[in-house]
């Protein structure tokens, strides 16, 4: 492993995409990235900044098929891709899809196709830092999972024995690419509940938070661009349940987590890498615990950030350290 103050170079596989943008949007603001290449498929050969003009003189990178190695590979693909290339490559490799976070027989289930057997990390950093150092793949967490996983794990260990969860989520969720259901007079003025108890994530939830709880999961496709809102209520139980105060303990000093004692709103996160947990008391222990992300940054580019920060044995925020716009 490189030492803790060195630059490292660093690709970006599908970067025509909106994970693969938005982590180079934090990559090229790191104090300690060079970033050397950017690949894309039908849009290779452009510019970056010709797709996307906030790139304009930031960077003049051309999206390329293939690229020259470099320390570390951010896979921003569709599932299936990322676990193609990432045998063939060198360095560290952070993988933004679903194809390496699940064991099997989980990830068939989910995915339909078998899992490769690298020694694939789970990338939440909330799950220790330590074990991040010095990682060669690390499986960045789903959006949705990232979410979740954040409202429910400082209850780990304490969950009822079904959990159930509301999550809403934006268009960019889907990817740039439209379908009849994705597209903006589909989503547009509508809220559409869809994978009804069958989301791909929850898998990844239940085994970030310790398994022995089944997870009954909504999701539902909002009007929105950006962000996720997930609600969920847990009852009291003999010890109590859960509380701001042991919300705000668990996450104390951690710069990526903001704890309320009132439901947080999307606009205190989009365009952040922090996420935003609100813990509202109700009777006899019970409470409703929010998570609000933005799918594209915690959810996301500023989350394999994050990741590449644990690896190389940096502050888990350095890069990070934005507030979201106003207003
Ligand atoms: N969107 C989210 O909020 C979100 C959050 C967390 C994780 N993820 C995961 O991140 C991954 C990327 O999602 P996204 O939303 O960024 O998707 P996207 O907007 O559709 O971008 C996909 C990227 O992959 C490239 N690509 C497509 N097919 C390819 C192929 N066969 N070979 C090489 N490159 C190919 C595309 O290039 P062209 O544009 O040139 O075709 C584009 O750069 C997915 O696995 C997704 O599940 C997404």
């Known amino acids: 492993m490189r030492s803790a103050d060195s630059i490292v170079s660093v690709n970006v596989y599908g970067a025509s995409g909106y994970t693969g943008a938005e982590t180079l949007r934090w990559l090229l603001g790191h104090p300690r990235v060079r970033v050397v290449g950017a690949t894309a498929n039908k849009h290779a050969g452009k510019r970056l900044d010709a797709l996307w003009p906030q790139f304009v003189g930031a960077t003049d ?15 921003c693909l569709p599932h299936g891709e990322a676990s193609k290339l990432a045998p063939g490559l060198t360095g560290t490799v952070i993988d933004l899809s679903g194809d390496h976070r699940l064991p099997e027989p989980a990830h068939s289930a989910a995915y339909g196709f078998p899992r490769a057997t690298d020694p694939w990390i789970y990338g939440l950093p909330e799950l220790g830092h330590e074990r991040m150092r010095g990682a060669t793949r690390v499986a960045n967490p789903g959006c949705f999972a990232t979410a979740l996983a954040l409202a429910l794990l400082p209850m780990r260990g304490a969950l009822p024995a079904v959990v159930t969860a509301v999550g809403l989520t934006g268009s960019t969720g889907s990817g740039a690419t439209p379908t009849p259901t ?43 661009r950006r962000g996720i809102l997930v609600t969920v209520p847990l009852p009291g139980s003999a ?6 105060e042991n919300y705000r303990a668990f996450y104390d000093g951690n710069p990526l ?65 934005s507030l979201p716009p106003v207003p």
């Open 182 to 224: 994705t597209h903006h007079p589909a989503r547009a003025e509508n809220l559409r509940p869809y994978k009804v108890l069958e989301h791909q994530h929850v898998p990844e939830v239940v085994a970030a938070c310790g398994a022995g709880f089944a997870l009954d999961f909504v999701p539902m496709s909002a009007p929105l």
């Open 257 to 321: 987590v903001r704890v309320l004692p009132t439901p947080p709103d999307l606009h205190g996160v989009l365009g952040s890498p922090r996420a935003d947990l609100g813990v509202v008391a109700g009777p006899d222990g019970r409470a409703v615990v929010f998570c609000a992300i933005d799918n594209l940054c915690r959810g996301a580019g500023s989350q394999a950030v994050a990741n590449l920060n644990l690896v190389m044995g940096w502050p888990v925020d350095l890069g990070l350290r």
């Open 239 to 244: 010890g109590g349940g859960a509380s701001f």
């Open 61 to 75: 990178l051309v999206l390329g098929t293939e690229v020259a190695p470099a320390d570390v590979t951010f896979l």
